[in-house]
C-alpha cells in the first residue's frame, strides 16, 4: 500500500515563552492547539504519533513550539530518549530561540542538530524583534556546541539595512549555514547583502554562498515541504499550518483507526477552552 510521504515532522509544544515577538503565530491559533504542555510527559497522543512516524517512514524530527520554546518544555531531555527509542534512526532537530541554550547545553548537544533564531545581535534591534533585549552570546554557543548549528534570521524592516555586518559576524563566529527568512505572506523585497553568490536552489528558494557559509533565503510562500504535525492538545495533521490552511476539526478528514492516509485526528483537549478561529496563518505571522 502507498501511504503519503512527509519530508519531516514537528511536535508543536505550546506553553509561556520567554520571548514576546509580535509576530509570532501562537498568538493567531485556535486556542486549542496552545495548550500548556510544558509541565506534561508523555505529550498527548506522542506514542501514536511515534507509530505514524514509523509507518510513513518519517526520518525527520524537528522540536519546535507554536507558542513557546521547547527548551522550556521541562521533559525535554526525556521526550528526546523516548523519541530515539520509539523511532529508531530518526534525525532529530532542535528549533530554538537559543535563550536557554547555554545553560541547557548538555541537553542540546544531544540533538542531531540545531536551528537557533537570531534576527540581530544589536540589543535594540532584537528587542523590536523578539520584545526582549536579551540577545543570546552566539559565541559562547557556538564554542559549546557540539552538534551543527543552523541560524535561522527573519527578515523585516528592522533587521534588513544591517544584514550585511550581520552575515560577515555569523561568517566570522564559524557558522556554516544560515537561513534569511521572509515573513509569510511578506510582499516587500529586501536588498540582499553584497557578498552573495547563488550557488543553486533548494525547494525553489535561492541558495548563495557568503565566504564558505550557506545562505538560504527562505520564502514560505515558494516552499513545498510536507510535515506530520503534533500539536500540543494531541492534535495530529498532515497540514502543513504555515501554508495557509484551515486547522478547525470539521475542515479536517478524520484519520481511522490504525492511522491510513492524510493524517489529521483531533486529540485529547486537556480542558484547553476551544475559541477563537484559526483558519490559517493570517499573512504577516511566523515562527521564530
Ligand atoms: S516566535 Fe518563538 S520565540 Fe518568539 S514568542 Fe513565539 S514561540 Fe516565542
New binding site residues.
Given amino acids: 500500500m502507498d501511504l503519503p510521504g512527509y519530508d519531516f515532522a514537528n511536535i508543536l509544544l505550546a506553553g509561556p515563552?520567554?520571548?514576546?515577538?509580535p509576530?509570532?503565530?501562537?498568538?493567531q491559533l485556535d486556542p486549542a492547539l496552545n495548550c500548556n504542555v510544558l509541565d506534561r510527559f508523555p505529550l498527548p497522543n506522542l506514542e501514536r504519533f511515534a507509530g505514524l512516524l514509523r509507518r510513513h517512514g518519517v526520518r525527520q524530527i524537528v522540536l519546535t513550539?507554536?507558542?513557546?520554546?521547547p527548551q522550556l518544555y521541562r521533559h525535554e531531555a526525556r521526550l528526546l530518549d523516548w523519541l530515539r527509542r520509539h523511532v529508531p534512526g530518526a534525525r532529530i532537530s532542535l528549533h530554538t530561540?537559543g535563550q536557554l541554550a547555554l545553560r541547557n547545553m548538555d541537553v542540546l548537544n544531544r540533538y542531531d542538530r540545531v536551528s537557533l533564531?537570531l534576527p540581530a545581535f544589536d540589543a535594540g534591534t532584537y528587542e523590536k524583534m523578539?520584545?526582549s533585549r536579551r540577545v543570546p552570546d552566539l559565541a559562547a554557543i557556538v564554542r559549546a556546541a557540539r552538534v551543527p548549528l543552523k541560524i535561522s534570521c527573519l527578515v523585516n524592516e528592522h533587521n534588513a539595512p544591517c544584514l550585511g555586518e550581520f552575515l560577515e559576524r555569523c561568517h566570522v563566529l564559524g557558522l556554516r549555514r544560515l537561513v534569511l527568512r521572509r515573513l509569510y505572506g511578506e510582499t516587500r523585497r529586501w536588498e540582499l547583502p553584497a557578498g552573495l553568490r547563488l550557488v543553486g536552489h533548494y525547494r525553489q528558494n535561492p541558495v548563495y554562498d557568503y565566504r564558505g557559509m550557506e545562505v538560504t533565503y527562505w520564502d514560505f510562500g515558494r516552499s513545498s515541504s510536507t510535515s506530520l504535525n503534533l500539536f500540543s492538545d494531541g492534535t495530529i495533521s498532515g497540514e502543513y499550518l504555515l501554508v495557509g490552511r484551515g486547522v478547525s476539526d470539521s475542515a479536517r478528514p478524520a484519520l481511522r483507526p490504525g492511522g491510513e492516509g492524510g493524517a489529521t485526528m483531533p486529540g485529547s483537549r486537556l480542558g484547553c477552552s476551544r475559541g477563537g478561529s484559526a483558519g490559517g496563518m493570517p499573512a504577516g505571522l511566523?515562527?521564530?
Fill in positions: 515563552c520567554n520571548l514576546r515577538c509576530y509570532c503565530i501562537g498568538r513550539g507554536s507558542n513557546t520554546d530561540n533564531s523578539t520584545g511566523v515562527k521564530l
